[in-house]
T-cell receptor, first 113, second 113 residues
């Protein structure tokens, strides 16, 4: 059962544009929602994270919007740059003992110069 | 501060063989989680070790096993390798109890022929 659904699978944006990636979750026990960025041949790196008591969190050009009632959250990348071209994963984590991350299927972002 | 390191970077095995992958945690972290990332997919949780004991396990068979050592480094062992075990294996370290963030290593690319 896929507990975190991510869309789109791929995204092409012009330099300076806004990239938007959406995720939806099912498990109401999730209480921490990070986004990871992964470049080819590298491990995922934490980009930004949010807890469900906040509807929006902004760090530089990256913003997470969170809708608890709809069980949806999204990543907005403002002023997208070619260096942002990577695969982005949303994830969800519960406060259980292991706190394992449940990942979405990923979005391959290409920012054209 | 030293980040998460993994060895080897690449590995080729044949079906039925056994493999051991290694991970060194980020300094100060007491928990290691292992994830399997198949090509084009998000990482999937295998298991987590905390204080040298398994602290949670995903939907993986018993031929996937692990160890955590007193210095918090860890091993992932996979017996009776199958073709579907071909993937990027990621190790993530964290500080259980006070932090939610998991920091990933660069991964070990395993190819089973």
């Amino acid at each position: 059962q896929q507990q975190v659904k991510q869309s789109p699978q791929s995204l092409i944006v012009q330099k300076g544009g806004i990239s938007i990636i959406n995720c939806a979750y099912e498990n109401t026990a999730f209480d921490y929602f990070p986004w990871y960025q992964q470049f080819p041949g590298k491990g995922p790196a934490l980009l930004i994270a949010i807890r469900p008591d906040v509807s929006e969190k902004k760090e530089g050009r990256f913003t997470i919007s969170f809708n608890k009632s709809a069980k949806q959250f999204s990543l907005h990348i403002m002023d997208s740059q070619p260096g942002d071209s990577a695969t982005y994963f949303c994830a969800a984590q519960s406060s259980g003992s292991a706190r394992q991350l449940t990942f979405g299927s990923g979005t391959q972002l290409t920012v054209l110069p | 501060e030293t980040g998460v390191t993994q060895s080897p970077t690449h590995l080729i095995k044949t079906r039925g063989q056994q493999v051991t992958l290694r991970c060194s945690s980020q300094s100060g972290h007491n928990t290691v989680s292992w994830y399997q990332q198949a090509l084009g997919q998000g990482p999937q949780f295998i298991f987590q070790y905390y204080r040298e004991e398994e602290n949670g396990r995903g939907n993986f068979p018993p031929r996937f096993s692990g160890l955590q050592f007193p210095n918090y480094s860890s091993e992932l062992n996979v017996n009776a390798l199958e073709l579907d075990d071909s993937a990027l294996y990621l190790c993530a370290s964290s500080l259980l109890g006070t932090q939610r963030t998991q920091y990933f290593g660069p991964g070990t690319r395993l190819l089973v022929l």
